[in-house]
C-alpha cells in the first residue's frame, strides 16, 4: 500500500495538461524524499457532464472523501457555457467545496525573485520578498446566504444576505492565527464593521479568539481601506483573514500584484487532513492542446498540499526551490521575457524534476 492516496480531477481544458506535470513533479518528490504516493482519477466540471450528464457526479465525491487530498486542474469552458447556471462546471466546484467541508481557502501571492517584472507594481514599492497569506472563509456569507427576487413600489428588486454564525468566524479565524503562527506572526483582519453588523461580530469574535494567540500582532482594516493598501504598501501584511466575498475579491487583487496567473497556487482546507489544491487560473480554453500552457501554479499546488496535508515540508520547500531555480533561465510562453529559454508545459514539468 502506498503511503498517500490522492484523487486527481483533471478537469477541462489545459486542466489535464498541467495536472500531468504536477503528477510527475510529484513522482519525482516521492521517490527523492522515499515515500509512496498512488492515484485515482474522478471526473469533474464539464467532463463530468459530457460523461455523466452533471458537473459533479456522487462516484467524484466519494473517491475524493477516500483520499489523503485532493489535486485538481480546472474547469469550465465555452462549450458548457449556455447551461443553466446549476448544471455548469462551476456548480461542480461549489459542489465540491461544500461536500468536502473546505472552509478555508488559501491563497499566497508570493513573487519568486526573477519574476519581479511582471509585477505592475513598482519595485521599490514590492521589495525583494512580498509574500502576504490570503485566508478566505469559503462555505458561508453572502454566496450561500438567503436570496430572492420582489416587487418593491411596483418595480423588480432583488436582495441577497451576508450572515455568519461565531463558529464559522471562530473556525476561520483560528486557521489563519495557526498560519500566521507559522509565519510572520502578524494578522490583518478585514471587515466592513463601519457599516455591516455581520461584520461588527466578526470584528469581536477575531478579537476574543486573539486572547488564545499572544504572540500574533493583530490589526483590523475596512475592506475598502485593506484594497487600496494591497497597492500602496503590500509588504505590510504577513497573514490577512476575511469573509468569503471580501476574500474573493482582495485575492484576486493580491494575486494580480505578484504578477502572473500562470504561477499562483491555492489551497482549500477542511479543518482536518484533506484539502483540495488548485492553480487560480481556469482552464485556458484559448491554449487549451497547444502544449504552451504554464503548469508551475499546479505544480506550486503540490508543494501546497505536500505542507499542509501530508505534512512533508521538506518536500515542499524542495518543490518551491526547483520552482524558482528554473525560472532563472526558462519560461513558459505567459511569463516570457527576452534572455531566457522558451520552454512549453511538458519541458517546464520535465525541468523542475531535473532541478529537484
Ligand atoms: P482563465 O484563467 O482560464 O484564463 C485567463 C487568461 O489567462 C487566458 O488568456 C489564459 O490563456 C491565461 N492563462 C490562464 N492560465 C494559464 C496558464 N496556466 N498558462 C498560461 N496562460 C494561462 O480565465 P477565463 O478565460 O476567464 O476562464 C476560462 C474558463 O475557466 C471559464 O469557463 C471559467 O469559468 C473557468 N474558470 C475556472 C476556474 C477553476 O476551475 N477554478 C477558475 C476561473 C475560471
Known amino acids: 500500500m502506498s503511503d498517500y492516496r490522492i484523487t486527481l480531477l483533471k478537469g477541462d481544458g489545459i486542466g489535464p495538461e498541467i495536472v500531468d506535470q504536477a503528477v510527475k513533479v510529484l513522482d519525482k518528490t516521492a521517490e527523492k524524499f522515499g515515500f509512496t504516493v498512488e492515484y485515482d482519477e474522478a471526473l469533474l466540471g ?6 455523466t450528464g452533471v458537473p459533479l457526479p ?8 477516500a ?24 456548480a461542480g466546484l461549489l459542489g465540491i467545496r461544500g ?9 499566497p501571492s508570493v513573487i519568486f525573485g526573477p519574476l519581479k517584472s511582471a509585477s505592475p507594481i513598482k519595485d521599490e514599492i514590492i521589495g525583494d520578498n512580498m509574500d502576504i497569506l490570503i485566508v478566505r472563509e469559503l462555505t458561508g456569507g453572502i454566496y450561500f446566504g438567503e436570496r430572492g427576487r420582489k416587487e418593491v413600489d411596483g418595480k423588480p428588486a432583488a436582495w441577497d444576505t451576508e450572515m455568519y454564525t461565531v463558529p464559522e468566524i471562530e473556525r476561520i479565524a483560528r486557521v489563519a492565527f495557526e498560519m500566521a503562527m507559522k509565519r510572520n506572526k ?23 479568539l486573539s486572547a488564545e494567540y499572544p ?16 497597492v500602496r504598501n503590500p509588504k505590510q501584511f504577513d497573514v490577512i483573514v476575511t469573509s468569503n466575498i471580501f476574500g474573493d475579491i482582495l485575492s484576486d487583487e493580491a494575486s494580480m500584484i505578484a504578477g502572473s496567473i500562470g504561477m499562483l497556487a491555492s489551497a482549500s482546507l477542511s479543518g482536518g487532513k484533506l484539502g483540495l489544491y488548485e492553480p487560480i487560473h481556469g482552464s485556458a480554453p484559448d491554449i487549451a492542446g497547444k502544449g504552451i500552457a504554464n503548469p508551475l501554479a499546479t505544480i506550486l499546488s503540490v508543494a501546497m498540499m505536500l505542507r499542509y496535508s501530508l505534512n512533508r515540508l ?27 529559454v522558451k520552454v512549453g508545459c511538458e519541458e517546464m514539468g520535465d525541468l523542475v524534476c531535473a532541478a529537484l
Open 46 to 51: 464539464g467532463c463530468a457532464i459530457d460523461a
Open 186 to 208: 502578524k494578522l490583518t483582519s478585514v471587515d466592513k464593521a463601519n457599516v455591516l453588523e455581520s461584520s461588527r461580530l466578526w470584528r469581536e469574535t477575531v478579537i476574543r
Open 99 to 107: 461536500a468536502l467541508g473546505l472552509f478555508a481557502n488559501l491563497r
Open 314 to 340: 521538506e518536500a515542499a520547500q524542495a518543490i518551491e526551490d526547483a520552482v524558482a531555480k528554473v525560472l532563472k533561465t526558462h519560461r513558459t510562453p505567459d511569463i516570457y521575457e527576452e534572455g531566457f
Open 58 to 65: 456522487e462516484e467524484t465525491v466519494a473517491k475524493c472523501k
Open 215 to 230: 504572540e500574533v500582532e493583530l490589526n483590523h482594516l475596512y475592506v475598502d481601506n485593506a484594497a487600496m493598501q494591497l
Open 67 to 90: 483520499s489523503d487530498s485532493v489535486l485538481l486542474g480546472a474547469v469550465g469552458g465555452p462549450k458548457w457555457d449556455t447551461l443553466p447556471g446549476s448544471n455548469r462546471p462551476e
